[in-house]
């Protein structure tokens, strides 16, 4: 009780009135989180990445106007685009772009119920970890749970799209030749492989910014819970 009483007097001698409220109207019963309000708030911050960020990318455009998961060609392949858009086939470059990305943007449509699964199973362990590690500490945990299952789901979808447009055999034939040229670093013919792994690195990107947002400004932490839980890492 006495220090109870010592707490609230430093803490009344540091502020008004009325922010002493808001002080005592934010703590959490008991002056404690507890394990289930824990984890239950990490789960509730991934939910929100996932709803808000993985989301635009499903969207038309959401991979190709989105400079920080924008699918470009393997490095090695990228003077092609470059010889093209220098004698002025812009349009062309851009077109055999798209279809890269248009299939990043169907294959991602199937992430959710991998990703809500994994949410699902957040202990209060996995929290506490998460909660005091780095900016994208709960972006890492989902890469280890759903990476191979994501990965599974994503290829067949991409290779499908592909194979609507003929995508695949117009890249396969394209990189299969460059690699004959000498002195080249063969490139992975499998096109289909290398969206895959990139559209998996665009959702990852996405969820980190949305993390790293909830863990460094106040404004993002939508609820009573996430302001609670977050507040233990500030």
């Known amino acids: 009780m006495i220090r109870k009483f010592?707490?609230?007097?430093?803490?009344?001698?540091?502020?008004?009135?009325?922010?002493?409220?808001?002080?005592?109207?934010?703590?959490?019963?008991?002056?404690?989180?507890?394990?289930?309000?824990?984890?239950?708030?990490?789960?509730?911050?991934?939910?929100?990445?996932?709803d808000k960020q993985v989301t635009k990318l499903t969207q038309k455009d959401g991979f190709f106007k989105n400079e920080l998961v924008k699918i470009l060609l393997p490095?090695?392949?990228?003077?092609?685009?470059?010889?093209?858009?220098?004698?002025?086939?812009?349009?062309?470059?851009?077109?055999?772009?798209?279809?890269?990305?248009?299939?990043?943007?169907?294959?991602?449509?199937?992430?959710?119920?991998?990703?809500?699964?994994?949410?699902?199973?957040?202990?209060?362990?996995?929290?506490?970890?998460?909660l005091l590690g780095n900016n994208d500490a709960a972006t890492q945990y989902l890469t280890s749970k759903t990476q191979t299952a994501l990965y599974a789901k994503f290829n067949p979808v991409i290779k499908n799209s592909f194979s609507k447009v003929g995508a695949d055999e117009i890249w396969n034939n394209l990189i299969?030749?460059?690699?004959?040229?000498?002195?080249?670093?063969?490139?992975?013919?499998?096109?289909?492989?290398?969206?895959?792994?990139?559209?998996?690195?665009?959702?990852?990107?996405?969820?980190a910014v949305e993390e790293k947002d909830i863990r460094t400004k106040i404004s993002s932490r939508t609820t009573d819970l996430l302001k609670k839980v977050f507040a233990l890492q500030d």
């Open 6 to 50: 010592l707490a609230v007097l430093l803490i009344f001698s540091m502020s008004s009135c009325a922010e002493l409220q808001q002080v005592v109207n934010q703590l959490p019963q008991g002056g404690v989180l507890g394990n289930t309000e824990i984890a239950s708030g990490l789960r509730q911050a991934l939910d929100f990445g996932i």
């Open 176 to 207: 299969n030749k460059y690699n004959t040229i000498p002195f080249t670093k063969d490139v992975n013919p499998d096109l289909t492989d290398y969206v895959t792994g990139e559209a998996l690195k665009g959702v990852y990107t996405m969820i």
């Open 75 to 130: 490095e090695e392949l990228r003077k092609v685009d470059k010889a093209l858009r220098d004698i002025g086939l812009d349009n062309l470059a851009d077109e055999g772009l798209k279809v890269l990305n248009r299939a990043a943007e169907d294959a991602v449509k199937e992430a959710t119920p991998i990703f809500v699964d994994a949410v699902k199973g957040i202990t209060f362990d996995d929290a506490k970890n998460i």
